[in-house]
């Protein structure tokens, strides 16, 4: 099991193909919880991915039901990022297999969701700043992950 990237029904293709770019150049798994607010068919993720898709490791859940039955059953800890959190994405202790959610760029994740998460945590910014790209976010949190879990010591 390694270290995951789990976008909530994502909005913007862009985004998707992005951090599908980045999982597969820093050898992250990306997951997407359906439905999305753009077409999720291979032709558009190549698109939006461009030549990384074939090196990339996609999983698609058809709805959070089902992306959380599967991270259960695997024993997986849930990281949410979200605006809602006390804790800085830097203070958290990641694990191999944590999972890194990010909600919708529009609504973020539902309560339900938010309340399942075993860490919630949130990127600092400063005052009146609303949110970062969900690209950039994602960038910023795996990348403080990595370097917690296979970079250290690394120049």
């Excluded at 059953?73 to 990010?102: E, I, N, P, S």
């Excluded at 609504?107 to 950039?136: F, K, Y």
């Amino acid at each position: 099991m390694r270290l995951s990237i789990a976008l909530y029904q994502p909005d913007i293709a862009g985004n998707a193909g992005t951090i599908l770019r980045l999982g597969a150049c820093l050898g992250l798994d990306v997951e997407i919880i359906e439905p999305a607010g753009f077409d999720l068919s291979d032709r558009a993720l190549k698109r939006a991915g461009m030549d990384y898709l074939a090196m990339a490791r996609l999983t698609r859940h058809v709805d959070f039901s089902a992306f959380e039955a599967v991270r259960r059953a695997a024993g997986r800890r849930l990281v949410l990022l979200t605006t809602k959190a006390d804790t800085a994405y830097c203070d958290v202790a990641f694990r191999d297999d944590d999972v890194l959610l990010f909600g919708r760029e529009s609504a973020g994740v539902p309560d339900a969701v938010h309340d399942l998460a075993d860490i919630r945590a949130t990127i600092p910014m400063e005052a009146g700043a609303r949110s970062l790209n969900l690209a950039v976010s994602a960038a910023m949190v795996a990348g403080e992950a990595l370097r917690q879990l296979r970079w250290k010591g690394t120049p």
